[in-house]
């Protein structure tokens, strides 16, 4: 009888304990969605409503008052261990600190928000200083949550620390550098994992398919992995192609060589069976009311044609080479850089550079569009009685030698 007695109040007291916790746990929960759910969204039409750094920053402080409860309320509970009461005050002091450093890291963060609004902010920008102030708010953070832990005093755990200052950074260079690139790396939106990278330094050129402390892995074209420290993306230079992933479009940048020997001006006869272009209609017709008023107005009844100004092959190639890109499907025209100009000509020839984008990033669909535009362009340069330049070839010679 006496067995079953104790047993009983054995059975008693852990439930009291049971009911308590579970009462400071609900307590808990209830504070906490009371201050996040009802307070802090009373309070959001009062917040800077162009971002929610504000907010954050208010919900990591409001953090604070639960864990308080926590710390203070498990004093209340009865017949818990000694050990168990220790250890939870003890967490729940360090999550208070933890979220304090969290509440100043956003409050941080917003501060460089409004800052980058001002007009100053593009060349005198502020963030690498709110880096360095984060990063020592943090660590201060990580040494008083160990030492509330460890119960132990902070001066204690940062003498010893000065101590082993050498050998740690001796021993976790790697690990310092890789961790600082991390963290330049994240904050700076350098990179994503899906991202296109080109690095030659290291004969990288695809997808990163993973990001890790001390490595990063790209994925070639073909198929190979690369993989890369860490701090060499900080210290080498690499080429994202996000950017151009993100604008829709991908730039196609290609000359035509055309033989000098072929450039020349252009009779009446053949400027006027070009007229059979529409791309040409308009620059052909303000093209020869341009020039028909110049050589009215300056020449003064001189008619030796060297003196006037005339059409050229070359400077019409261009006019139509200009219309059909903009009159192309599938080259993007707006909010993208379209253009067609000569480069300085050299021993092979004038090349004639086509500037613009197509409307896609998929590298199939890409090289298709560049293909057909380029396809076009060679069949039609003997209309306009030009030729590409090429370097002689055994068919050339044969030919040379046959006629000879």
């Not at 609004?117 to 953070?141: D, H, L």
């Not at 070639?220 to 690499?238: E, G, V």
């Not at 069976?273 to 093209?287: P, S």
Request: with cysteine; hydrophobic share 50%.
């Amino acid at each position: 009888m006496q067995a079953l007695f104790d047993d009983y109040s054995a059975l008693a007291l852990w439930l009291q304990s049971l009911i308590a916790l579970l009462g400071l746990a609900a307590l808990a929960f209830a504070v906490n969605w009371l201050l996040k759910r009802v307070l802090l969204r009373f309070a959001a039409p009062y917040l800077d409503n162009r971002t929610d750094t504000a907010d954050r920053g208010a919900a990591w402080l409001a953090t604070v008052i639960p864990l308080l409860i926590v710390s203070r309320g498990i004093l209340l509970v009865p017949h818990l261990p000694e050990t168990v009461v220790t250890v939870t005050v003890n967490v729940a002091r360090a999550l208070i600190v933890l979220s304090i450093a969290m509440a100043i890291g956003w409050a941080l963060n917003y501060a460089n928000e409004l800052y980058s609004r001002r007009p100053e902010a593009r060349s005198r920008p502020i963030k690498g200083y709110v880096q360095v102030v984060k990063i020592a708010v943090f660590c201060g953070a990580a040494i008083l949550m160990i030492a509330v832990l460890i119960e132990q005093s902070p001066l204690l755990l940062l003498s010893g620390l000065g101590a082993m200052a050498a050998v740690l950074l001796l021993v976790f260079k790697d690990t310092i550098l890789s961790l600082v690139a991390s963290v330049q790396l994240t904050s700076n939106d350098m990179l994503r994992v899906g991202d296109w990278i080109e690095m030659p330094s290291m004969d990288a050129d695809g997808d990163v398919v993973d990001i890790a402390l001390h490595t990063v892995k790209v994925q070639n074209f073909d198929k190979t992995i690369t993989t890369i420290p860490t701090h060499r993306l900080i210290a080498d230079s690499f080429r994202n192609w996000r950017g151009m992933t993100d604008s829709g479009g991908r730039r196609i940048k290609r000359s035509l060589v055309i033989d000098q020997n072929s450039v020349r001006f252009l009779g009446d006869e053949e400027v006027a069976g070009l007229k059979r272009f529409r791309l040409l209609d308009d620059y052909l017709a303000r093209k020869e009311k341009e020039i028909a008023e110049w050589n009215r107005h300056e020449l003064a009844g001189d008619d030796d044609a060297v003196n006037a100004r005339r059409i050229t092959n070359i400077g019409t190639l261009r006019a139509y080479v200009i219309a059909y890109l903009r009159s192309h499907p599938s080259v993007a025209s707006t909010n993208f850089t379209l253009m067609v100009r000569q480069l300085a000509p050299g021993p092979e020839g004038l090349p004639l550079e086509i500037y613009c984008f197509a409307d896609t990033v998929e590298w199939p669909i890409y090289e298709a569009i560049q293909a057909d535009i380029f396809d076009h362009l060679l069949a039609i340069l003997p209309e306009f009685g030009l030729r590409i330049f090429q370097q002689p070839s055994g068919l050339d010679l044969a030919r040379l030698a046959n006629s000879a």
